[in-house]
Each structure stands twice: as C-alpha cells, then as structure tokens.
C-alpha cells in the first residue's frame, strides 16, 4: 500500500500570506496525486488533480507541482475562506486493482 | 448541475447490515465511475470501494473486501453500497463520489454527495 505524508499537520498564517503544503508518497506516482479541500461539516471538494491541473472552478491562487514522491499544495495569497482541512489522494493504479489512498490532511487556519 | 444524495445511515449493532444509497442526478449516470468514501469522527478520508460505469468492475479496500458490496442501477440512477458483518470500526460518514472523467476513471472525485452517517454500537 502506497502511503501519503502530509505536513505539517497543522498550518497557521494570516490572509494574504502565502500557504505551502506537503505531501510525500512511500513511492513513485509519476504525477498521479489529487489534493482537497474539506471545511467543517461540508464534503470535499477537488481542487488540484495530475499533481498540477486545477479542477473546475477553483481559484487560480491555488497551485499544484510536483512529481515521483515529493507534491506542493500552494494557496498564493490566503483568503479567510481558505480556512479547511486539505488532503492529498493518490490514484495509483496496481494490479490488479486500483488502491486509492489519501493522507492524513494538514490543517489551514487564517489568523 | 451535478447532485448525489446519499441515504440508508443509521445506527446499528455490530454484526448487523446496512444498506445505503445514492441517488444522482444531473449527469448521465451510466457514463461514470462511482465511488464510496469515508470519513470517520474527526478522522481522516479512506476509499473504500469503486464501481464501473457499466458495474462490470468493482474494487474493494482491503478492510471493507468480503464484508461490502458496491453495486448500481443504471435505470434508476442510483448507487448501493450493501455492509455486512459491521464493526465499530466502520462507523463514520459514507460519501457516494463521482469520478472526474467518463468511461475511463481517473480515480479522482470531482463530485460529492453531503453523506450519511452509519453508526456501529452496542
């Protein structure tokens, strides 16, 4: 099983600063990582996926690179909404089945 | 616009079953991937089981295989996942997910239902 580490676990910044998230794979994923952005009592909702494509609609203050083990979530220029819970996701296909995993999150908060 | 409306949580005693459902609307159905995600109390995400477009395939996380069953109705446009034999360890929030791309997944969720919780206890 691939495993995805996030950090730090918790992030703690002011709006308008600049947001750098981590995510490292136990292995190569090529540039197969997606990251998400969950708030309090809300699902997920996509926000990066293929290590660097923004979903649809998502700001274009949030970007995604990286690729083999080591990815970065970065939000530019913190918004008070930007407050969430953001996990990495690896889709990874092994044989012979697919085995999708995500990390533990790192937790935003805007001062 | 893209809906999923997850059902059937509640609570129930460990070895019991559950079944729940999700209705999708405002996409061709039988043109996607489906997903079941959970997400235990103030935890994190874990996959948990996958269905085709057609239901020809399904996959399974290795701690829910031989316990649940992931299944779909293309006329009614609605998904199942069918739990057995539970455990407290099951109990969390169940989203159904719409993968991003048609026909061939790209095992990334780009549509989420608000969930139901299922709830495993004595």
């Known amino acids: 099983e691939i495993v995805l580490t996030q950090s730090p676990a918790t992030l703690s910044l002011s709006p308008g600063e600049r947001a750098t998230l981590s995510c490292r794979a136990s292995?190569?994923?090529?540039?197969?990582l997606a990251w998400y952005q969950q708030k309090p009592g809300q699902a997920p909702r996509l926000l990066i996926y293929?290590?660097?494509n923004r979903a649809t609609g998502i700001p274009a203050r949030f970007s995604g690179s990286g690729s083999g083990t080591d990815f970065t979530l970065t939000i530019s220029s913190l918004e008070p909404e930007d407050s969430a819970v953001y996990y990495c996701q690896q889709r990874y296909n092994w044989p012979p089945a697919p085995m999708y995993t995500f990390g533990q999150g790192t937790k935003l908060e805007i001062k | 616009q893209v809906q999923l409306v997850e059902s059937g949580g509640g609570v129930v005693q460990p070895g019991r079953s559950l079944r729940l459902s999700c209705a999708a609307s405002?996409?061709?159905?039988?043109?996607?991937?489906l997903h079941w995600v959970r997400q235990a109390p103030g935890q994190g995400l874990e996959w948990v089981a996958a269905i085709s477009y057609d239901g020809s395939n399904k996959y399974y996380a290795d701690s829910v295989k031989g316990r649940f069953t992931i299944s779909r109705d293309n006329s009614k446009n609605t998904l199942y996942l069918q739990m057995n034999s539970l455990r407290a360890e099951d109990t969390a929030m169940y989203y159904c997910a719409r993968d991003q791309d048609s026909y061939d997944s790209s095992g990334y969720y780009s549509n989420w239902g608000q969930g139901t919780l299922a709830t495993v206890s004595s």
């Open positions: 293929d290590a660097s």
């Open positions: 292995q190569s994923l090529s540039s197969y």
């Open positions: 405002g996409f061709t159905f039988s043109s996607y991937t």
